[in-house]
């Protein structure tokens, strides 16, 4: 079955400590994305990468770092500098070149920093 | 500043029809999607707008107006399993996308 993963559901840790997300795609997608939600409100873009080994910085970027080695995955590490990092988190993907703008996301990962 | 505005909340009777709007102010544009959530779940797309006008799909149709940097997502023959969050999102630039902050759709029997 061709999808997005993400793992895992839920997630938690200590204040300070870092924690990496893992996002992996096999539906040969270009790009791939790493959004934040808060309780009742909307999306907000941490990263977003085109292509292997080139991201970009959304509106929310402090305090996280991605990298993107390879075509399927695209990790999104929460540092201990991010200062409220309790969230559900959720990655996205989609083709490059297309008419329309459909992405499609993982189940999401909640993390509660205690 | 960029900002997409939709209501927060909006309550329909089953079998109605619902509007929910969308504001937009980019400093690019691409297009309008919409996407709905329901609670503790990921978004799934519903539909895109790059030009004016109306894209029907299903009981749910989608309307953009670029001149008034508009657009709405019109659910028809409501149903129970419609109420959820419904997200408006501009495709500012190549790659990026930007989201609202959801309008939560009530649906009463």
């Known amino acids: 079955d061709g999808g997005i993963t993400q793992s895992p559901k839920y997630l938690f840790r200590k204040e300070g400590q870092n924690v990496t997300l893992s996002c992996e795609q096999n539906?040969?997608?270009?790009?791939m994305y790493w959004y934040r939600q808060d309780p009742g409100q909307g999306l907000r873009l941490i990263y977003y990468?085109?292509?292997?080994?080139?991201?970009q910085k959304g509106d929310i970027a402090e305090g996280y770092s991605v990298s993107r080695e390879k075509k399927e995955s695209f990790p999104l590490t929460v540092t201990s500098a991010q200062k409220n990092p309790t969230a559900f988190y959720l990655c996205?993907?989609?083709?490059?070149?297309?008419?329309?703008?459909?992405?499609?996301f993982g189940p999401g990962t909640r993390l509660t920093v205690l | 500043g960029q900002s997409l505005e939709q209501p927060s909340e909006v309550t329909a009777v089953e079998g109605a029809i619902v509007q929910i709007n969308c504001t937009y102010q980019?400093?690019?544009?691409?297009?309008l999607s919409w996407y709905q959530q329901h609670d503790g779940g990921a978004p799934t797309f519903l539909s895109y707008?790059?030009?004016?006008g109306l894209e029907e799909t299903g009981r749910f149709s989608s309307f953009l107006s670029r001149s008034d940097s508009y657009g709405y997502l019109l659910l028809q023959e409501l149903q129970m399993k419609d109420s959820a969050s419904y997200f408006c999102?501009?495709?500012?630039?190549?790659?990026?996308?930007?989201f609202g902050a959801g309008t939560r759709l009530f649906v009463k029997a």
């Open positions: 999102a501009c495709r500012t630039g190549g790659f990026k996308t930007i």
């Open positions: 996205a993907s989609k083709f490059a070149a297309t008419g329309t703008d459909t992405q499609y």
């Open positions: 707008n790059a030009l004016d």
């Open positions: 990468s085109q292509i292997v080994n080139d991201f």
């Open positions: 539906l040969n997608h270009d790009a």
């Open positions: 980019t400093s690019g544009f691409y297009g």
